[in-house]
């Protein structure tokens, strides 16, 4: 594959991939190459927060996995931290919902993906909805919650509200696309419950990403 675009591309253009390696900081190529191998919708500034976001995790939960980049994001970024004890429990229905026409062959599509990546063994995957999955969650601390399912103002608040509980001081909530433009609904339901609850620190945003650190004195303990 040519590393670098062909003289007749604009100069602008042209510089952009080494631009963008440079910019995205440590691990720069390798956000760029996963960005760009990777099926999904994620802004390249939103694939360097997934990549980094577990590096430290032990307990993940993804509600909504799609065709499994944002896992095999967090995966890559944890393995490439050094972190060799995460799992991460994956949550989605993989067939048609309201939010969209998603499939049986997105479920083939993310089980291909996790394979191909060598990680089979790290993930748990749920095929169910995630209010039917909070039921049988076993009630551990999650230190990273990555929330991109249900994309109506009342399917984020439910899960918003049935997972957000779990996250251990110290743990992460994070939330793809709330923002107003094109998920109102989203970036409603996150100001109502994660931003008016006082156990999280202060909403931060990466691109269309909120996210908030729980802090010490919410959340679920260890026994
Ligand atoms: C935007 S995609 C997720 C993209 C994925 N996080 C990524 O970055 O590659 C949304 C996914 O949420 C799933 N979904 C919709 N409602 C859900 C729910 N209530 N529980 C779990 N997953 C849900 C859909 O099947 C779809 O695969």
Redesign the pocket.
Known sequence: MPTTAPASTPLAKRLRPNYLRVRLGAHGSEICRLHNT?????AIQETRF?YHLAKDAKTVV??????????VLMLEGAKAHGNTDVRITC?????P?H??A?KDE?HDAFENTVRAHGFSDRVDHKR????D?VGEWHGSPIDVL?V????SYE?AKA?FVDWASFVSPGGVIAA??TYRERFPGVLEAWNETIGADDSFGETQRCRTIAWAIRTSNGGVTSS
Request: charged fraction near 30%; glycine fraction near 16%; hydrophobic fraction near 30%.
């Open positions: 990777l099926e999904g919708l994620l997934l993804e509600i909504g996995s799609f065709r499994g980049k944002s896992c949550i989605d229905p993989h067939e919902t939010f969209g998603f997105d169910m909805y995630s209010h999955a990555w991109d399912g249900d994309h399917g899960d793809h696309d």
